[in-house]
């Protein structure tokens, strides 16, 4: 499959804990990216990272990317309730998603 | 234009009725995506369009389905024969090159078919 396949499919954590969501896909890919979707709607680019990147940070997110052994994370640190949403990863081959995890931030 | 436009935000239609659902992306963007999202679920691939031309439209579902693109800009996303399992989000999505790039969605068209 060409897709990125997220897991876990939900985590609900406390406002101020980390999150950590990750991905998996099988095939060879130039990059991986990470969206965020509100409310059911558009999604929104959070971050990029290039199969000879290994780590990329932007802000409070965090994503590492392992090739071999086809998998990605995504580190929300110090997570608030406006990051309640649900987080895809996507690979360049083909820009399928996956269903996601769904992410609860508690206040 | 500032970002991609789709339209019409929200659509009721009749079972058995055709539709157009229409996406402007960003201006200058080669590379438009369709995408179809039921409740609650993950986002299902439709087609990809380089310029005017699709690459790979593996993932229309059926031949109800259809897409095109005039001028490397609009693109419309047309269904037939409406079927109740058509009701989704349908969203599109632009980047200013090729698959390697990242996207820029709109904010969707909500379809009902009743």
């Known amino acids: 499959s060409q897709q990125g396949e997220e897991d876990p499919q939900a985590l609900s954590i406390q406002e101020g804990e980390n999150a950590t969501m990750n991905c998996s896909y099988k095939?060879?890919?130039?990059?991986l990216q990470w969206y965020r979707q509100n409310s059911g709607r558009g999604l929104v680019h959070l971050i990029l990272?290039?199969?000879?990147?290994r780590e990329k940070h932007s802000g409070r997110l965090r994503v590492t990317l392992d090739t071999s052994k086809k998998s990605s994370s995504l580190l929300i640190t110090a997570s608030r309730a406006a990051d309640t949403a649900s987080y895809f990863c996507?690979?360049?081959?083909?820009?399928?998603f996956g269903a996601g995890t769904r992410l609860t931030v508690k206040p | 234009g500032a970002g991609v436009s789709q339209s019409p935000s929200n659509k009721v239609t009749e079972k058995g009725k055709d539709v157009e659902l229409r996406c402007d992306p960003i201006?200058?963007?080669?590379?438009l995506y369709w995408y179809r999202q039921s409740l609650g679920q993950g986002l299902e691939f439709l087609i990809y369009f380089q310029g005017n031309s699709a690459p790979d439209k593996s993932g229309l579902p059926s031949d109800r389905f259809s897409a095109e693109r005039t001028g490397g800009s609009v693109s419309t996303l047309t269904i037939q024969r409406t079927q109740q399992e058509d009701s989704a989000v349908y969203l599109c999505?632009?980047?200013?090159?090729?698959?390697?790039?990242?996207?820029?969605f709109g904010s969707g068209t909500q379809l009902s078919v009743l």
């Open positions: 990272i290039r199969s000879n990147e």
């Open positions: 999505a632009s980047s200013s090159q090729g698959m390697d790039e990242k996207l820029f």
């Open positions: 996507a690979t360049s081959r083909g820009m399928r």
């Open positions: 095939t060879s890919i130039n990059n």
């Open positions: 201006s200058g963007h080669t590379a």
